[in-house]
């Protein structure tokens, strides 16, 4: 998921969670609208749900993530429309700030969904959204879902890192949390565009709650 590749995200419990989760919403309601298209990276692609969804209906899709057993669970989940040697070939581990296996403009929509929040400082997150803006065509579209502030603890949510933008200390480690005026601003100055507007949800469970960025970005 994250740049880094800790236990915490080879954990097998929390591989099998992520296995378990059905197709993003957003994502499948893009797809009936016939804008997913052509060659797409999913970016951080955890166990493989929507690397597994988009292989089943014939899309280019091919997947990258840094913790070795999330790799290894997308694979297996896409087994069902790839052999073993083209999973092998399709879904690779490495940084999300380092996309240089990938050629400038090779694809035509990224799939990034809790996952540039993962940046553990701010330079690795514009490196992030540099190289996803270098490897996409022009007009190629961004499916973003990032953490906004006040995710966390109901009663104690993390607070900012001093001398930071949007750094905070999380379980998983240090996260860029940002509102959606934030996200869109960087965004834009890493060369892209809104195609809608961007919101912000909210959900709360056990004590804690989750707010979340839905956002859709183009290539400029």
Not at 88 to 101: F, I, K
Not at 186 to 197: A, N, S, V
Request: glycine share 8%; proline share 3%; aromatic share 8%.
């Amino acid at each position: 998921m994250t740049g880094s590749t800790g236990s915490f995200w080879n954990h097998t419990e929390r591989v099998e969670q992520f296995a378990a989760r059905s197709v993003d919403l957003r994502l499948s309601a893009l797809y009936e609208r016939g804008a997913v298209t052509g060659r797409v990276l999913d970016l951080g692609c955890a166990a493989g749900r929507n690397t597994a969804w988009l292989a089943e209906r014939d899309v280019d899709v091919w997947a990258l993530d840094s913790a070795s057993a999330m790799v290894d669970r997308c694979r297996e989940s896409a087994q069902q429309s790839w052999s073993t040697s083209e999973a092998e070939r399709r879904v690779q581990q490495g940084r999300m700030d380092d996309l240089s296996r990938f050629d400038s403009g090779e694809f035509d929509g990224i799939v990034a969904l809790g996952i540039y929040q993962q940046a553990e400082s701010e330079e690795e997150w514009t490196r992030c959204l540099v190289e996803s803006a270098r490897v996409l065509q022009k007009g190629g579209f961004c499916l973003v879902a990032n953490f906004a502030p006040g995710t966390g603890p109901i009663d104690r949510p993390p607070e900012k890192l001093p001398g930071t933008r949007f750094l905070y200390p999380f379980r998983s480690g240090t996260v860029c949390l940002l509102e959606a005026e934030e996200l869109d601003q960087e965004f834009i100055r890493t060369g892209f565009e809104l195609i809608e507007p961007s919101k912000c949800v909210e959900r709360e469970e056990n004590g804690s709650r989750r707010r979340t960025v839905n956002a859709l970005y183009r290539r400029q």
